[in-house]
């Protein structure tokens, strides 16, 4: 059974780095049908995607954050990683790792628990 | 103001029948791109309930369906529990935004 875990700082000030890890369990990063995304919910309003890797390497990121946003595959340890620069409030949200491929090409299978980021001075 | 519009909120008795609507546009829906759709229980992470327009995952009840006409894309959801009361998602791909888009969301309210 699938597992995805989030996990970081729930508190990051305002202009600094936001670094989120995702550890996954039950599957190989490695499967070559699956991307794995990050997308975010800011608290009480709706759903928002940041970006997917494969685990190849190969990113797309959301254009109206591409310019924050790095994605990260470590297959020895199974984890994918997200870091955002230069956070404002508008950042703050639960970030959510999650997996696509099981199904279709486009929709998102399993997602994680979710981590609250508050982003704060 | 997302790129896929859905009504904010929907409700309906135990047992009937009730709609969602996803309406997007040429760059999207309308473009041919598959639309999934997601259910948000209070507190939870999202759950795939269609895939491909019209597929459900295993264990996903048949009174869940999808449908997509033109550029626009739906969920029916029949038989209503009180357990269906949730938040609803659609999703599909924008090519004039190279992104993953979702719908703004819309709360089902179980009378």
């Known amino acids: 059974q699938l597992q995805l875990q989030e996990s970081g700082p729930g508190l990051v000030k305002t202009s600094e780095t936001l670094s989120l890890t995702c550890s996954v369990s039950?599957?190989?990063?490695?499967?070559?049908?699956?991307?794995w995304v990050w997308i975010r919910q800011p608290p009480g309003k709706g759903l928002e995607w940041i970006g997917s890797?494969?685990?190849?390497?190969?990113?797309y990121y959301n254009p109206s954050l591409k310019s924050r946003v790095t994605m990260s595959v470590d297959t020895s340890k199974n984890e994918l990683s997200l870091k955002l620069t230069s956070v404002t409030a508008a950042d703050t949200a639960v970030y959510y790792c999650?997996?696509?491929?099981?199904?279709?090409?486009?929709?998102?299978?399993?997602w994680g628990q979710g981590t609250l980021v508050t982003v704060s001075s | 103001q997302s790129v896929l519009t859905q009504p904010p909120s929907v409700s309906g008795a135990p047992g009937q029948r009730v709609t969602i609507s996803c309406t997007g546009s040429?760059?999207?829906?309308?473009?041919?791109?598959?639309v999934n759709w997601y259910q948000q229980l209070p507190g939870a992470a999202p759950k795939l309930l269609i895939y491909?327009?019209?597929y459900r995952p295993s264990g996903v009840p048949d009174r869940f369906s999808g449908s997509k006409s033109g550029t626009s894309a739906s969920l029916a959801i029949s038989g209503l529990q009180a357990g269906d009361g949730a938040d609803y998602y659609c999703?599909?791909?924008?090519?004039?935004?190279?992104?993953?888009?979702f719908g703004g969301g819309t709360k089902l309210t179980v009378l």
């Open positions: 999650a997996r696509v491929g099981e199904y279709s090409s486009s929709s998102i299978d399993q």
């Open positions: 039950g599957d190989s990063i490695r499967r070559s049908v699956e991307y």
């Open positions: 890797i494969h685990f190849s390497g190969s990113s």
């Open positions: 040429s760059s999207n829906i309308g473009a041919g791109y598959d």
């Open positions: 491909g327009n019209t």
């Open positions: 999703q599909s791909f924008d090519s004039s935004l190279s992104a993953s888009v």
